[in-house]
């Protein structure tokens, strides 16, 4: 069995981080966003790789931001061929323990409601909704739906 393994995100990762955004987002953050996070001292970006053959291969990646004593999980997707099989679960339960190690108490995002494995894997981990933010997201108009964790 592969070995999967989190750890911090860096200036090597933005690359194969780019293809999973492009893949996965219908607005994707470019990669000066991304290098903008890796800069940012609030924020904290871990990837997900797996020691696949010929060589390591990054899966999945999130970015979060520390703000006080809470988290605002900004963005985690999966490779598509990987997704399903409960890598998003496994990087998003681990980046929290780091959050709550780190004197994190509160973990929270946004959700477009036309998310439903988001809202899932959300659920499955213990976010509740708190709220919503009407017409968020500018592409659609979308309502954004809050949801938020205790640490």
Same mark, same amino acid.
């Given at each position: 069995m592969e070995r999967i393994t989190?750890?911090?995100m860096t200036r090597n990762h933005v690359k194969p981080v780019l293809s999973i955004e492009g893949s996965s987002?219908? !607005?994707p953050w470019s990669k000066l966003s991304f290098l903008n996070e890796l800069s940012n001292e609030h924020a904290h970006n871990f990837v997900l790789t797996t020691d696949q053959e010929p060589q390591?291969? *990054?899966?999945a990646y999130l970015c979060m931001r520390e703000i006080a004593d809470e &988290? !605002?999980?900004l963005k985690i997707a999966v490779k598509s061929v990987y997704r399903h099989k409960g890598l998003g679960f496994h990087l998003l339960n681990g980046c929290l323990k780091f959050a709550a190690q780190?004197?994190?108490?509160?973990?929270? *995002?946004?959700v477009r409601p036309s998310? &439903?494995?988001? *809202?899932? *894997?959300?659920?499955k981990v213990g976010?509740?909704? @708190?709220?919503?933010?009407?017409k968020y997201y500018m592409d659609t108009g979308e309502d954004a739906? @809050?949801?938020t964790k205790s640490l």
């Open positions: 989190i750890s911090k987002f219908k !607005h390591e291969q *990054l899966i &988290v !605002h999980i780190n004197r994190i108490k509160t973990a929270f *995002l946004e998310n &439903v494995s988001g *809202l899932f *894997l959300y659920r976010f509740q909704i @708190i709220g919503k933010r009407p739906i @809050i949801m």
